[in-house]
C-alpha cells in the first residue's frame, strides 16, 4: 500500500491503534533502547514514537520513530491484508512483492528539500540517535536507513542496511563487508581509485525498510521492489552533492563519500547486533565524509532496535521471517520442487532456519528441498 511517506505510515498506524506516543522524557543514551525492547515484546508491542528525547526537545530534529514493522500485523498492513491475516498470507503475499517489479519514476523536487546543509551548517549531533545498548562503541545513526549506493558500471542503484555510528560531527563510521551488494560496488569504486558516492535515507514508507533488508538479486534495484510493495512507483530526486537519487518525501537525507584511504579509517564498533550479541571490537573502519544534509522542516529521526534475545523479537527478526520465507518458497518454485504447501522462517531464528511443508508424492522429495 501507499503510505505517502513516514507520516502517513505513522497516521495509518494511529488510526489502527498500532501506535504509542512517549511524551514522557526519554534519554537517547541506553533509556530509549531499553524502552523499545521492553515495548517490541514477542512481537505483540506497539510502534513506538519517542516526543520528548533528553537535550533534543528542541533545534533541528526532536522526534524518533521505531517499531513500525516489529510485528506481523503491521508487516500485513505494509502489504495491503487485513490486519489478522495469517503469517501463510503474509508470506504469500511478500512472495509476489518480492518477486515484481514497478520501477520509480524522477520528480524536479519533494519535502526532503526543505533543509539544505553543507559545509560548516552539517552537525550530525543535531539528531537524536540514541545509543541503544550499553555496550554499543557509540550512537549509531544507521540501524533502519536506507543506504544508496550505484553500480558504477551499470547505473543500478542498491539499497541496504548497514551498520553505521556517528563518528564527528561530520563522519560516519560504518561496517563495510565487500561481500555485501555495497561492498561489491566500493571494489568497482576503489578499482578505479575513487571515492564511493552513498546516501542515507531516514525515515519514508515502510516498504523502505522491508525492501532494503530483504535479499533482493545483485543486479535489480531495491526501488523497483519498493514500488511492487506499495502499487506505485517510488518518486525520486537527486541529491546535492553525490550522483544518487531519494525519495522526494523522505524525512532525513545524509550525502557523503566512502574513501579507500586507510588514512581516512575511524573507530567503528562494537554493536548489539542481530544475534542477541555485540558483534566485534571496536577498530579502524572506513568511514562516511558527510558532504550534505537535506531534511523535511521539523523532521522524523528514523532507528530500531537489533538483536533477538529470549522472548524479545524485534523489526529485523519479524521482517526478516517473512522475507526469507518467501525467497525460499519462491527458490523451492523455480527450482521445480512440487508440493510445497507453506514455508515457515521462525522470527526468533532471525532467518536463519526454515521450516517446509511439502505435500509428499515421491521418495526422497524432502532431500530434494
Known sequence: MKFNGLRGWIDALKQADELHEINAEVDWDCELGTITRRAFGNGDGPALLFNNIKGYQDGRCTRLF????????????????????????????????????????????????????????????????PRWHRKDGGRYINTFQGTVTKDPETGIFNVGIYRGMIGQKNTIPVLLWRAQHWGLHYSEYERQHVEMPVAFIYGWEPSLGFAASAPVPMGVSEYDVMGAIRDAPVELVKCETVDLMVPADAEIVIEGYISSDPETFEPEGPFGEYTGYFGGEQGKKHRVRVTCITHRNDPIMRGTLEGTMPKMLNENSVMSSIQRAGVAWNVLERAGVPGVTDVHCPAANNGTTLMIQLRQTYRGQAKQA
Not at 98 to 120: F, H, M, Y
Request: charge should be negative; hydrophobic fraction near 45%; charged fraction near 25%.
Open 66 to 129: 521505531t517499531g513500525g514493522l516489529s510485528n506481523y500485523t503491521r508487516v500485513a498492513k505494509m502489504l495491503g491484508l487485513a490486519s489478522d491475516a495469517s503469517v501463510k498470507d503474509i508470506v504469500l503475499a511478500a512472495r509476489d512483492a518480492l518477486a515484481s517489479r514497478i520501477p520509480p519514476i524522477e520528480v524536479e523536487t519533494g519535502p526532503v528539500k526543505e533543509n539544505i546543509l553543507q559545509g560548516d551548517e552539517i552537525d550530525l549531533f543535531e539528531f537524536p540517535v
